[in-house]
């Protein structure tokens, strides 16, 4: 069998695939992982849903393997140094959900500006606006760029910080980002934006070193994993509010449960990843990783 696709797909993303390719178009393996892991014998390429797993055991059971896509954003599911030891292609899109994350962070920070969704509550009804704001992004993906672009109609001033370009690199001068190092940029933003691929060389970045240096009221938006950020530094960032309100958008499993440090904080807020989730962007990606499955089943 050429592909298997275990994850929905748009009808004609998967009627062009079968005009080129055996294919089977399975996503009810989806919720049943084991039957998902035994049909993999002579399977050579994969497109994957966020719950199944593909690691280095999987792979034992998928010898002639090629190509493993993911269409939805991330790709924690999937461990990709050992697909590269097993010479398998990681496929995926990084920047077809670039537009919906930058309309996501946009919506975001208005409404922590405006102190959704808890104003009125304690009887203040007075929030804050956008324009005359220092914005900072922490990392310099696609999306950040899909940001900036956004942000061109507010009277904002934009700086930002990416551990993996230099302060010369020409996307700074492009988009009329200011790059700073990381400390100064918490210092200075009123709003801040995480958009930093997640490694675990990141982990924890901002944590007790620098989350005290947040200007006072900052609010903050990460699309990034939440492992970004020390759970406890965080925690009392917010309790102690030298941070006004925070939004994750992909938290780690347990991170919210009773006992943990951000438990039952108010001003935090948490959505199941969807950032980069709308039905253009699932197209853009579903498009993306097809093409690039039969460039290499070709």
């Not at 930093?196 to 970045?205: A, E, I, Q, V, W």
């Not at 438990?263 to 253009?280: F, K, M, Y």
Request: net charge negative.
């Amino acid at each position: 069998m050429d592909l298997l696709i275990a994850e929905s797909l748009e009808p004609e993303v998967i009627s062009w695939l079968e005009t080129r390719h055996s294919v089977r178009y399975a996503p009810h393996l989806a919720r049943d992982p084991r039957a998902f892991r035994q049909g993999l014998y002579d399977v050579r390429a994969l497109i994957i849903p966020p719950s199944l797993a593909l690691d280095a055991l999987t792979l034992q059971q998928a010898p002639v393997l090629r190509a493993v896509g993911r269409v939805s954003a991330g790709a924690e599911n999937i461990d990709i140094d050992a697909c590269a030891r097993a010479g398998v292609e990681v496929v995926r899109s990084m920047t077809a959900t670039a537009q919906a994350e930058a309309e996501f962070m946009v919506h975001a920070i208005l409404s922590l500006l405006r102190r959704f969704p808890v104003v009125g509550t304690d009887g203040n009804l007075a929030g804050r606006e956008l324009s005359g704001c220092t914005v900072g992004l922490v990392g310099m993906a696609a999306s950040a760029r899909s940001m900036a672009q956004l942000l061109a109609g507010f009277d904002v001033r934009m700086v930002g910080y990416d551990p993996t370009r230099h302060a010369s690199d020409e996307v700074w001068e492009r988009w009329r980002i200011a790059p700073l190092a990381l400390r100064e940029l918490l210092e200075e933003a009123d709003a801040l934006c995480v958009v930093l691929p997640y490694f675990n060389r990141y982990r924890g970045l901002l944590g007790e070193r620098f989350l005290p240096h947040c200007k006072p009221r900052q609010v903050i938006v990460s699309v990034s994993h939440s492992a970004l950020f020390e759970e406890v530094a965080l925690a009392d960032a917010l309790a102690n509010q030298r941070i006004a309100a925070v939004w994750l958008d992909s938290v780690e499993p347990g991170l919210l449960e009773p006992g943990r440090p951000l438990h039952g904080l108010e001003a935090l807020q948490v959505s199941p990843r969807v950032a980069g989730t709308t039905c253009e962007s699932h197209l853009r990606s579903a498009w993306a990783v097809a093409k690039r499955i039969d460039q290499l089943l070709t």
